[in-house]
């Protein structure tokens, strides 16, 4: 896919902790419960339903960690257990190093298939998935939360490279930065999330997706807001507050 078509597709949106405005009459695809989800490596503990929008969630080899990673999701502000008593208990704290956002976000959760080994127990939140869609999503917005370090970003969308495209990949920032991507007429997307570093633990992204079907008219109960609509006039504007 060559830049100025990525360009088309895609707005950029830069915020501070806290101070977020969804897209109007977006639906909140993340599932509003903890728990896991069988993203090809099946659950430690019962696994979680996803919204039927997601055709699937598939966890693809990560260039960082060399594996491919679990996925959960977790509210920031509750300590979880998972696999309990197990060889690779994972402890998700109540407030994780560096970050105070609470809600519920996608948990990557770094993961050596070779020898069942998480890092950090599991708090390290790194991984690449593939996200296929059930329906065309008309308008799909990605919130990055906590990118601290290079490597996050967009690879494939609708199945076209974009790595070299501008915008596809997210800008370090400071701690609890939310960073948002917004895409149109999305069948599938494949985002890489952190980055585990050969010298260290890595950082550690944390995201939520949201968007609006195509031909959908969203009940008022299913709305996560109404806040900013990135709309054509905003494509590849940075907004910040």
Do not use: H
Request: a negative charge; aromatic letters at 12%; charged letters at 15%.
């Amino acid at each position: 896919m060559n830049t100025k078509l990525f360009s088309s597709l895609v707005a950029v949106a830069t915020v501070a902790t806290g101070i977020y405005a969804t897209p109007a009459l977006a639906f909140d695809f993340v599932p509003q419960q903890e728990g896991e989800i069988d993203v090809g490596l099946g659950c430690y503990d019962n696994c979680i339903q996803l919204d039927p929008i997601f055709e699937s969630i598939v966890s693809l080899t990560d260039s960082s960690s060399g594996s491919r990673s679990r996925l959960f999701v977790d509210n920031l502000s509750t300590a979880n257990t998972y696999n309990a008593g197990g060889s690779n208990e994972l402890f998700f704290k109540t407030k994780d190093a560096g970050t105070n956002n609470g809600g519920f976000f996608f948990r990557p959760s770094e993961y050596n298939e070779g020898s069942d080994y998480s890092e950090e127990t599991g708090q390290l939140e790194v991984g690449t998935y593939t996200f296929n869609f059930s329906r065309v999503i008309s308008e799909l917005s990605i919130d990055f939360f906590d990118t601290e370090s290079r490597g996050t970003g967009i690879m494939y969308l609708n199945g076209q490279d974009v790595r070299q495209a501008d915008g596809s990949w997210i800008n370090p920032g400071g701690n609890n930065n939310l960073q948002t991507r917004t895409f149109f007429d999305v069948s599938s997307i494949t985002v890489t999330f952190g980055n585990d570093s050969p010298n260290g633990t890595g950082d550690g992204v944390n995201f939520r997706l949201s968007g609006t079907p195509a031909n959908a008219a969203p009940e008022p109960f299913s709305m996560i807001g109404a806040g900013l609509a990135l709309g054509a006039g905003a494509l590849l504007k940075n907004r910040k507050k």
